[in-house]
């Protein structure tokens, strides 16, 4: 599989502040994807990246917050805006087409973000 | 309502001990079921499965589809310490390519 890397693996940050987060696969993909897992709970679907246009917002969740870009294949930013405790997470982004496998998502490592 | 159950939520067991772990799943139109494994962040991607009744196997794990009851098992045979992870179990359906996660089963494999 592909390698995802992203940036940063871990922050801190200030409630009312905002974080980037930056997604990087070794290979152009299909479909990019950002999750949020809160402490003791599941993955959920934050949105799909969707290339060169806007992107595809799960119920819950909206823009203003969590203003993705996709400017290529290989590349996503998710940023988690304006930002209280609640916003304390693993943030993961995901990749399909890797390698031909069209279904398989593959997780990128992760950013664990804690705001005060 | 969750789409995906996982059980049990939890499980401690000893080395060498072989253990089962349950995802029932109801979706309107499924195409896939994945099992990942979990150690710190990122979850590592295991099985992908689609066919009812079509065991895949990869070392000591093994899973198997039921797509009449709606429901999947992992196995783990010969457990070790390296195997204590979160298990957690999605599915995919064809209106779109986001899966629904269960909330994992937390394995701990004790010495």
């Known amino acids: 599989s592909a390698v995802i890397s992203q940036k940063p693996s871990r922050d801190i940050c200030q409630r009312g502040t905002s974080l980037t987060i930056q997604c990087q696969v070794d290979?152009?993909?299909?479909?990019m994807f950002w999750y949020r897992q809160q402490p003791g709970q599941s993955l959920t679907l934050i949105a799909t990246?969707?290339?060169?246009?806007?992107?595809?917002?799960e119920s819950g969740f909206v823009i203003d917050k969590f203003p993705i870009s996709r400017p290529n294949l290989t590349f996503s930013t998710l940023t988690v805006s304006n930002m209280s405790p609640e916003d304390s997470s693993i943030y993961l982004c995901?990749?399909?087409?890797?390698?031909?496998?069209?279904?398989?998502?593959?997780f990128g490592p992760g950013t664990r973000l804690t705001v005060l | 309502e969750d789409k995906v159950v996982q059980s049990p939520l939890s499980l401690v067991v000893h080395e060498g001990d072989t253990v089962t772990l349950n995802c029932s799943y109801e979706v309107t139109n499924f195409r896939s079921l994945l099992w990942y494994k979990q150690e710190k962040k990122a979850p590592t991607f295991l099985f992908m499965l689609t066919s009812s009744g079509i065991e895949k196997k990869s070392g000591r794990l093994s899973s198997i589809l039921d797509k009449k009851e709606l429901f999947s098992i992992l196995n783990i045979t010969a457990t070790q310490t390296g195997d204590s992870a979160i298990y957690l179990c999605?599915?995919?359906?064809?209106?779109?390519?986001?899966?629904?996660f269960g909330k994992g089963t937390s394995l701990l494999v004790t010495p």
């Open positions: 290979s152009q993909v299909t479909m």
């Open positions: 990246a969707n290339q060169g246009s806007e992107a595809t917002y």
């Open positions: 999605a599915v995919g359906e064809n209106s779109g390519y986001a899966l629904n």
């Open positions: 995901s990749a399909t087409g890797l390698a031909g496998a069209t279904d398989t998502q593959y």
